[in-house]
Nanobody
């Protein structure tokens, strides 16, 4: 079992920054990758950024150069630094942990990010 708790969402003006945190607990040793996804009203959930247990990262084209995913292994926490935010970044952001041996995903409860123009 893995538990994920997101924090750091909020309201920010366009051009501003936010940092999201995803704290993992439980069987964190089994996690192969942690990703941040987002879902805007009326749209499908999409991958924003992910980081593997080996440290490799990948980003959606829409956030490359603006968002940075990182992790603190000592705190079992993954961060998403979001800079130069745009109104189209407005969404609920979810943390996801993928367990390859189980082919299973764990999800956090989500945190709202709202970017005003």
């Amino acid at each position: 079992q893995v538990q994920l708790v997101e924090s750091g969402g909020g309201l920010v003006q366009a051009g501003g920054s936010l940092r999201l945190s995803c704290a993992a607990s439980g069987s964190t040793f089994s996690i192969n990758a942690i990703g941040w996804y987002r879902q805007a009203p009326g749209k499908q959930r999409e991958l924003v950024a992910a980081i593997s247990s080996g440290g490799s990262t990948n980003y959606a084209d829409s956030v490359k150069g603006r968002f940075t995913i990182s992790r603190d292994n000592a705190k079992n926490t993954v961060y998403l630094q979001m800079n130069s935010l745009k109104p189209e970044d407005t969404a609920v952001y979810y943390c996801n942990a993928y367990i390859a041996t189980m082919q299973y995903d764990y999800w956090g409860q989500g945190t709202q990010v709202t970017v005003s123009s």
